[in-house]
Every structure is written in C-alpha cells, then in structure tokens.
C-alpha cells in the first residue's frame, strides 16, 4: 500500500513537471520520458485534472493533453446558471400573465 502510494506521488510530480511548461503535450511523449506504460500515466493525468492540480482536459482520440492557463476560469458553469435563472424568471412572468387570461 504504502509503495503504490509513493509511485503515485512520484508519477504526479513528473508528471507535472513535464506538463507544465506547455499548453498542449502527448500523453505518450509524457509516458516516454517517465518510463511507465501510456495507460498508467494516462489515468494518472485523468486523477490530476479530476484532483484540480492543474486544469485540463485529456484528448483520447489524439493522445493529447491540452492545458488550460491557470489565470482563465472556465465560465460556463455560471453563465449556464445565471441562464437558468433568467428562464425561471421568464417562466413565471408568462405563467402570471396566462393566469390572467384565464
């Protein structure tokens, strides 16, 4: 237990290391030069971005790993609830107004 626990912090701070000074880099160029199989390292750098360590999305049909910079948010989230929040508001003005017709 211990053992693996240890290969997994060696392998998320290689792995990093090679990352960062990127924006986009090959899963199996990452897993060449740490010298662990692509699988490992690819789910590796899936548990990384999950973990928020770095932000980041895996590109399995081209085997890349394209890094965000740290400094963008992803803003979708909040727009898509200030969109929902609107369409409530939306909802239940023609909600009243139907009410009123009938």
Not at 9 to 14: K, L
Request: no cysteine.
């Amino acid at each position: 237990w211990y053992q693996r626990r240890v290969r997994e912090a060696v392998v998320s701070t290689q792995s990093t290391g090679i990352i960062e000074p990127y924006s986009r880099v090959q899963i199996a160029h990452v897993a060449e030069t740490i010298s662990l199989p692509f699988e490992i390292v690819e789910k590796k750098l899936s548990q990384i971005i999950l973990d928020k360590k770095f932000s980041g999305i895996l590109d399995q049909r081209s085997g890349v790993l394209i890094v965000y910079d740290g400094s963008e948010s992803d803003q979708t989230y909040t727009y898509a609830l200030d969109t929902i929040t609107h369409m409530g508001k939306v909802v239940d003005a023609l909600f009243k107004k139907a009410q009123k017709l009938s």
